[in-house]
């Protein structure tokens, strides 16, 4: 039984953990402070004397090496962007704090487009040299979050097996994508027959917007030229000091949006991360350029003991491009409290500092 037994090995900043069938082979070993900052590894050689007598104990088993997300990168690209997706990714790619040549990253195609995932692979290279080595074999590298979903509480061996589904980590496997994506890449666009009912349906929709469009200015047109006649009627029949009544407009009055605001891909920011956990500056980076923004600098606060986040915005960003930066900021860290305030820099429209959550909440 034990070569078809599945072993699962979690990898995070904090150390690494095994996870089995039987509940007291399970092992645990932590990293010494500092030998993992901003998703790299800073001595390798401890690091592989850490992995290597972990792996000598394994048998040769399913092994299925699972990283967390801390350690992980994700780019949602949408089908639209068939002629674009090549670019879409070597824009990604470089946005990533690490060479090229050090990421393994790997696309799957899904309904609505796809998604790119990427990862340091000086993480977990050394789990497939030392493996390999011990003639054992590791079966897949794989975001911990495909097999467990829920961040309030510690994955078991029995959630992990119940989840897991081979297929689905296939899709994912990052050693699969060792050689990168192709440099021509198409999306595979799945269309069903609920798609197809759905993009009729915007059809009649627009079809009948366009319809009352016609309606209300044929409408207004006829208005008008009633008006002109009457006031003619009124001429002639020397009844010009009678005040003529006029049709109320129908055309909105637009308030323009003040010059001050600037668009979105305008704005300047700067993200720092002042938690006790590395990376948090690079993750809300991407979030930010996802939703627009194409010049935001990172790097780290003067502490790594801030609490929650200050957000400071200026008087150029405008209420929508603040509520969307504000909303993205809180679907990333909901744990964590948003302190807004204002501020006169005159080198950036938005300034974040993200800290650790609250003790005293």
């Known amino acids: 039984m034990l070569n078809t037994e599945k072993i699962f090995i979690i990898l995070s900043s904090t150390g690494i953990k095994v996870l089995r069938s039987r509940p007291n082979l399970n092992s645990e070993i932590f990293f010494p402070l500092g030998l993992i900052e901003h998703q790299e590894v800073t001595d390798s050689k401890k690091y592989n004397s850490l992995i290597k007598p972990l792996l000598n104990k394994l048998p040769k088993s399913n092994i299925f090496l699972l990283i967390s997300d801390e350690f992980i990168?994700?780019?949602?690209?949408?089908?639209?962007?068939?002629?674009?997706?090549?670019?879409e990714k070597k824009l990604f790619i470089s946005m990533l704090p690490f060479d090229e040549v050090k990421i393994a990253h790997t696309q799957i195609s899904k309904k609505d487009g796809s998604e790119i995932i990427a990862v340091n692979k000086d993480l977990y290279q050394p789990f497939l040299d030392i493996s390999r080595q011990e003639n054992s074999q590791i079966k897949h590298i794989i975001p911990l979050s495909l097999g467990h979903t829920d961040q309030?509480?510690?994955p078991s061996y029995s959630s992990l097996v119940k989840n897991h589904s081979y297929e689905l980590f296939k899709n994912y496997d990052l050693n699969s994508a060792s050689h990168g994506i192709p440099e021509r890449n198409i999306i595979k666009e799945i269309m069903h027959q609920e798609d197809l009912e759905e993009k009729t349906l915007r059809n009649k929709r627009l079809a009948t917007l366009l319809l009352a469009f016609f309606v209300l200015l044929s409408v207004l047109i006829l208005t008008i030229l009633r008006n002109v006649n009457a006031n003619k009627a009124d001429v002639l029949n020397n009844s010009a000091s009678k005040t003529p009544v006029l049709a109320?407009?129908?055309?909105?009055?637009l308030t323009p949006t003040p010059a001050t605001y600037k668009q979105i891909s305008e704005l300047k920011a700067k993200i720092l991360n002042g938690s006790?956990?590395?990376?948090?500056?690079?993750?809300?980076?991407?979030?930010?350029?996802?939703?627009?923004?194409?010049?935001?600098e990172t790097g780290n606060f003067e502490t790594n003991a801030?609490?929650?986040?200050?957000?400071?915005?200026?008087?150029?960003?405008?209420?929508s491009n603040s509520a969307l930066l504000i909303d993205k900021t809180k679907a990333l860290y909901p744990e964590l409290i948003i302190n807004q305030s204002a501020t006169n820099s005159a080198e950036f429209d938005i300034l974040v500092v993200i800290g650790n959550k609250s003790v005293l909440e």
């Not at 990168?73 to 670019?87: L, Q, T």
């Not at 006790?276 to 010049?295: C, E, M, P, V």
């Open 248 to 253: 109320p407009s129908t055309i909105p009055t």
């Open 276 to 296: 006790k956990i590395a990376g948090q500056a690079n993750k809300l980076k991407l979030i930010f350029t996802d939703s627009g923004l194409t010049n935001v």
């Open 152 to 154: 309030d509480s510690q």
């Open 306 to 319: 801030a609490q929650n986040i200050s957000f400071a915005i200026a008087n150029t960003v405008s209420a």
């Open 73 to 87: 990168f994700k780019k949602e690209v949408s089908a639209s962007y068939h002629d674009h997706f090549h670019a």
